[in-house]
């Protein structure tokens, strides 16, 4: 049973294509990962899955497009740590991530980097500090938008700095990427699954991960706690959804094949040289997941009250 209030139909499911709506641009982190587990669980549900980037509003247009969808198990959300940050930071956000979601699973826990364009002076993280006070007017930092995990980031990274940067925002951290490593944009904190490949290219400058350990794909990285920031901790969880009413016997067949997904050598494999893991079996279900979801709602709505910030 999901717990969210389905009935229990949905026992020729699946009998059409279904969809995961991505809220971020193609080919950035949350794409990244939905694209890695789409094929493995389709094979598992014996269907067909689309992928679908629906972007906007650091990810909450994509939200409350699959709040409003139908019940039916055809239409499932990927969202990260955005769906617990949303209601502290938007006035109206016009869904309610407990209410209108029945959770799958949890998916995947991804550590963040702090990078920059490849010639921006400073060569250690202390440094990059240093700089960034010096040149808080002038330097820019990318995100994707308001919700967005790199949003969040860039907030508590700003926060412990104590500066406040030129924030441009993007549809999602594929794009901004992009523009850092051409060098539009100066300093972004993005997920290891966005940015290994560029700073094993040496595309981008990397300062440190935002975890308590280091990543074994960037084992040269420093943690923030080495780097003297221990404050700036963010690793952005990932989950699946669907609106909330889809039959009970679509979430548990949408579930096991998640678990089934993530057990799959070749997911494990592509994760870990991206800095990922998938979850533990135990928490790619909808109880822990929503037990999850609800934590980490109460846990942002008092960091974002406390960093001062406040809803727009
Ligand atoms: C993306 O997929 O573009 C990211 O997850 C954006 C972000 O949350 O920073």
Redesign the pocket.
Known sequence: CSGDGGTDSGGGYPDQNITIVVP??AG????TVTRMIADPMAKALGGRIVVQNVEGAG?TVAAGQVAAAQPDGYTVLMH?I?MSTAPALYKDLGYQPLADFATIGLVTEVPMTVVARPDLPPATFTDLTAYLKANAGTVTLA??GIG????LCGLLFQSAVGVKLQEVPYQ???PALTDLVGGQVDVMC??TTNTTGQITAGKVKAYAVTTPERVKSLPDLPTTTEAGMPQLQVSVWHGLYVPAGTPDEVVRKLSGALTTALADPAVIDQMAKLGTAPVPAADATPEAHRTHLEEQIATWAKVISDAGVKAS
Do not use: L, R, V
């Open positions: 971020f641009s950035g982190p949350t794409d990810g990260h955005g995100n994707a967005a995990a790199s949003h999602g951290t594929g993005d997920q």
